[in-house]
């Protein structure tokens, strides 16, 4: 049995102020998100296990410790990111830099009471670049590059083992750090 909750939320402000000219501007954007999760796994075993393949759902009654506990992760990214914009009526110019800290904290509750606390901070630097050129109406090319710290997910931080295959069983790890994204489109 695996049940699980997420909230999220998100937020930025962003300032333009035009620097020499109206087609050259700075920007400065800060922005927070957060990120909670929550999920209970209980894993049960059959009674009997010497009718191997034949058990009903309401023959799973003994619960196993080792394939269950309690897991509560909360994420914070903070982002402070600096742009140069350039702009007129055929190309746009984005380039700019960005600082992203962030922070873990997980909770482990384990059946037989025990609690194991896990904190977890990283700091990146990421470049933002942006170019549009504009050929005619509807006809541009594109290209953007940004950076984004990424959060683990629950089933990757959970520290509890998943038997859901067998050859391959694996196991959460709550220290794991946040991922680096680059993106490219």
Do not use: C, H
Request: without cysteine; aromatic residues 14%; hydrophobic residues 30%.
């Amino acid at each position: 049995q695996n049940t699980s909750d997420r909230f999220n939320f998100d937020t930025r402000i962003s300032f333009v102020e035009p620097l020499w000219n109206n087609k050259n501007m700075l920007e400065a954007v800060v922005s927070f998100s957060t990120n909670k999760q929550q999920s209970d796994k209980d894993q049960y075993q059959a009674a009997d296990t010497t009718s191997f393949g034949r058990q009903n759902p309401s023959d799973y009654t003994e619960y196993v410790d080792e394939y269950s506990n309690s897991f509560n992760n909360r994420f914070y990214r903070e982002t402070a990111e600096l742009n140069y914009n350039y702009a007129d009526e055929r190309m746009r110019v984005t380039m700019g830099l960005k600082a992203e800290p962030s922070q873990t904290y997980s909770q482990t509750l384990y059946k037989d009471g025990s609690v194991r606390d896990v904190k977890n901070e990283v700091f990146n630097f990421a470049p933002t670049a942006r170019f549009q050129y504009n050929f005619r109406t509807k006809e541009f090319l594109r290209i953007d590059y940004r950076g984004m710290t990424r959060q683990p997910s629950i089933n990757q931080m959970q520290p509890v083992k998943n038997n859901d295959n067998l050859m391959y069983e694996t196991v959460g790890n709550p220290t794991l750090n946040p991922a680096f994204q680059s993106n490219v489109r």
